[in-house]
């Protein structure tokens, strides 16, 4: 069992940003952010395989950065102009490498290991 502990959102307004952090209580070699807005499902943010390949969706691509350190088991988010559609709750998870990747198109099925969630709001 892997405990995740997200912490790092906030409220910020448009153009703003915010760093998310995640430790985990072990490695694994996939590790990802998700988030769920108000009244949709839970999409694919970013994810980091701990060979240090990165995939971003499309809506934050340039404005997000994830990272990670294997020696400390952390996960990291950087969100920079930020927009109102970013506002969600975000997750932390992580799981072992599956299907060849770490990504699943963004689904969050393959993922064994959640945190709690944290939750950014951005006002326009």
């Known amino acids: 069992q892997v405990q995740l502990v997200e912490s790092g959102g906030g409220s910020v307004q448009a153009g703003g940003s915010l760093r998310l952090s995640c430790e985990a209580s072990?490695?694994?070699?996939?590790m990802s952010w998700f988030r769920q807005g108000p009244g949709k499902e839970r999409e694919g943010v970013a994810s980091?395989?701990?060979?240090?390949?990165?995939i971003y969706a499309d809506s934050v691509k340039g404005r997000f950065t994830i990272s990670r350190d294997n020696a400390k088991n952390t996960l990291n988010l950087q969100m920079n102009s930020l927009k109102p559609e970013d506002t969600a709750m975000y997750y932390c998870?992580?799981?072992?490498?599956?299907?060849?990747?770490?990504?699943?198109?963004?689904?969050?099925?393959?993922?064994?290991?959640w945190g709690q969630g944290t939750q950014v709001s951005v006002s326009s």
């Open positions: 998870a992580a799981g072992p490498l599956k299907l060849g990747g770490c990504w699943y198109g963004g689904s969050d099925r393959e993922y064994n290991y």
């Open positions: 980091a395989t701990s060979t240090g390949s990165m």
């Open positions: 072990a490695y694994t070699f996939c």
